[in-house]
């Protein structure tokens, strides 16, 4: 874990007590990685199937996050750092900008399987975790992290996190003439991955324009989601964003 870079984090950054887990938690973990692991691995993006490898994720046992760093460190760098809760923004800009991605260490309930308000380790290490070991997906989520923690007018910010959310969090790409889905808050959640694989979501060709024009909705299945055709799209637009917010165009 690097943290010597780090301060408005600080104070949220904890440890992982893995041993204080119970069987319970063991349990409902294996629940969930059940009901939506064969799914996955019919309509999730090849890379994200990749890294649930890579990272070395069990399917009966809750992650250990110092483990799975290991695994990352030496190909992109990245930690899974342990952190309190929710942060703040500037905390959450500049673990990302340090390649510690903040991953909180309590479970959901069984009574919450499918849905939790706020992220748990499911939504995280499950969700987020696995693009980590691929080198460009890597690189955007620290660049993403560096240009919003140097911004200050919230109103960039909010088109920023539209980015973020359309791709970290709901992205789809085309794979061989299908729509995968990669984005975490699509892995993590039954029904919203069932929303995109049923059709009851649109899916427009990515465009930085469309996307920066969309708001995000978080009280209801997606109707609209944008599909990139490789992951180096990404990180071109968010360099392309990068480029509006400095000179005031976003």
């Known amino acids: 874990m690097n943290t010597a870079m780090l301060s ?9 007590d893995y041993a204080a887990y119970t069987d319970e938690q063991h349990a409902v973990w294996t629940e969930l990685v059940g009901r939506v692991l064969p799914e996955l691995e019919l309509h999730a993006a090849r890379e994200y199937l990749d890294g649930l490898q890579i990272i070395g994720l069990q399917k009966d046992r809750l992650p250990n996050l110092a483990s799975i760093s290991a695994r990352l460190a030496p190909r992109t760098g990245w930690s899974s750092t342990p952190v309190s809760g929710f942060l703040p923004a500037p ?9 510690n991605f903040p991953t909180t260490t309590w479970l959901r309930s069984r009574e919450s399987l499918e849905y939790t308000p706020e992220p748990d380790i499911f939504h995280d290490v499950f969700g987020h975790v696995p693009m980590h070991p691929h080198k460009v997906f890597a690189d955007f989520l620290e660049h993403y ?15 920023l996190g539209r980015l973020f959310w359309y791709t970290v969090e709901f992205g789809v790409i085309r794979q061989h003439g299908k729509i995968k889905v990669y984005g975490s808050g699509l892995i993590s959640s ?30 209801e299945l997606h109707k609209l989601l944008f599909a990139v055709s490789s992951f180096d799209e990404v990180y071109n637009a968010m360099h392309e964003a990068e480029r509006r917010a400095l000179s005031g165009c976003l």
């Open 8 to 16: 408005a984090a600080v104070p949220y950054i904890i440890r992982q």
């Open 145 to 159: 992290g560096r240009v919003c923690a140097s911004v200050s007018d919230a109103a960039v910010l909010e088109r």
């Open 190 to 219: 039954h029904g919203e991955c069932r929303n995109v694989i049923d059709g009851h979501c649109a899916i427009h060709d990515f465009t930085l324009d469309e996307v920066l024009a969309t708001q995000v909705k978080v009280d």
């Open 91 to 99: 905390a959450f800009f500049e673990m990302l900008a340090t390649r």
